[in-house]
T-cell receptor, first 114, second 115 residues
Framework: GNSVTQMEGPVTLSEEAFLTINCTYT??????LFWYVQYPGEGLQLLLKATKADDKGSNKGFEATYRKETTSFHLEKGSVQVSDSAVYFCALSRLDGATNKLIFGTGTLLAVQP | KAGVTQTPRYLIKTRGQQVTLSCSPISGHRSVSWYQQTPGQGLQFLFEYFSETQRNKGNFPGRFSGRQFSNSRSEMNVSTLELGDSALYLCASGQGGLATNEKLFFGSGTQLSVL
């Protein structure tokens, strides 16, 4: 079946440290891949996406590359800030009939300390 | 452009009661999907509505139902509430096209607590 596996958190970093959150997926066909972020007490916000192999999604200093050979979509940022503290969800999108359905990983809590 | 609006923001109910949650999608969007978020199960797909029709349903009991109105606003209903229904219920708005790269926009959610 289709699934997403994320590294377990929490991930605790100091400000300006390098961030990597690992994400691997299992899917049939050619899904699109997404990273969503959830700040405390809020819903999900789309952070970035990639729709085909070797695509790189980027936004607000975050990047992730769609690697079909390793079925991965790892999230990276060169220098994190305290304001990046949140839960990050990796997701894949697949068509189930006529529905564009998101399948999420379990989420990774990132805590950035000043 | 206004975002996805979910009401109420918080809800406290007791076991056996029923509850109705509301979601207003982004103007022009015709698809509304509902997701349940719990610490144990993570984010799980409940159902999707498009043009007033349920297009898909996740693996949830029949106590969970929904509908969509002609203005694309959607409601979900949970009857005979159980303690395990305590969760954050998220609504996602989209254009409803048949492409996996479609962006879905989420509301802030309704936090339901069942006592």
């Amino acid at each position: 079946g289709n699934s997403v596996t994320q590294m377990e958190g929490p991930v605790t970093l100091s400000e300006e440290a390098f961030l990597t959150i690992n994400c691997t997926y299992t899917a049939t066909g050619y899904p699109s891949l997404f990273w969503y972020v959830q700040y405390p007490g809020e819903g999900l916000q789309l952070l970035l996406k990639a729709t085909k192999a070797d695509d790189k999604g980027s936004n607000k200093g975050f990047e992730a590359t769609y690697r079909k050979e390793t079925t991965s979509f790892h999230l990276e940022k060169g220098s994190v800030q305290v304001s990046d503290s949140a839960v990050y969800f990796c997701a894949l999108s697949r068509l189930d009939g006529a529905t564009n359905k998101l399948i999420f990983g379990t989420g990774t809590l990132l805590a950035v300390q000043p | 452009k206004a975002g996805v609006t979910q009401t109420p923001r918080y809800l406290i109910k007791t076991r056996g009661q029923q509850v109705t949650l509301s979601c207003s999608p982004i103007s022009g969007h015709r698809s509304v999907s509902w997701y349940q978020q719990t610490p144990g199960q993570g984010l799980q797909f409940l159902f999707e509505y498009f043009s007033e029709t349920q297009r898909n349903k996740g693996n949830f009991p029949g106590r969970f139902s929904g509908r969509q109105f002609s203005n694309s606003r959607s409601e979900m209903n949970v009857s005979t509430l159980e303690l395990g229904d305590s969760a954050l219920y998220l609504c996602a708005s989209g254009q409803g096209g048949l492409a996996t790269n479609e962006k879905l926009f989420f509301g802030s959610g309704t936090q339901l607590s069942v006592l």
